[in-house]
DNA sequence: CTCTTTCATCGTAAAACTGCGATAATCTCC
DNA sequence: GGAGATTATCGCAGTTTTACGATGAAAGAG
């Protein structure tokens, strides 16, 4: 139960193309709350695994991390609001995926700098 | 006065190639810290300034914030803490400047996530 | 030397963040 | 139905962030 538990969860091509302006009073909004969400060393860990694929399970998340499950679970859901992870419920568990359109806008957002 | 007050301030040509890793427990602790620095939207618009180079003395960086003096001293602060930006006084002035290199090592940092 | 300008720093108050244990909610299995 | 596993949420401390006005420190003007 523990290899490929969830390996298979998040599946999209998504290959569209952002538009929106990359600078001016929202785009730095949105940036700065991007920025702000990935501000945390267990947050950027959380995010390396997932774009790993090494963990997706949030139970092997915590696993991974040296830090208490509700903690985990909290800094999950500060991913979660900035739009940068989503979370599938499977059976009692939930897999996290990333948002990889959101993850292209961060990179295209700091790009832009 | 306004014209060109100190648009000669910071010019390093600098183009030295950073050889640190881009992930692991001390660029994940990187990364966290320096997308702190920019997870506030009032320091987003800083940085743009000084990208653009439309300002570079703090006062003129007050002016373009709706905030106090202190406050913007405070996000400077926080923005050279970080080492995304040098201070060089001028006289009774500060010119606040770009640090390019470790713009270029965030852009590096957020790209390989 | 004194006054003004410019900026940093000091307090302070309110809000947000971080971490944890305890608890609730949900699903599966029996 | 109940028991166990998995995850979210609540409540609580301690710390940090954010914002401001007030005060200091340093440089230039007179």
Redesign the pocket.
Known sequence: MKEGTAADCCSAPDTAVDLRPIEGREADEELAALA?AI??P?RVQILRLLVRRTAC???DI?DELP?????V??????LKDAGLIR?E?D????CYCLEPRVLRRLRALVAGL
């Open positions: 702000k501000g945390h267990a399970v949030c139970g915590v830090l208490a499950q509700s903690t679970s909290q800094h999950l859901k500060v979370g419920v059976g009692p568990r939930v």
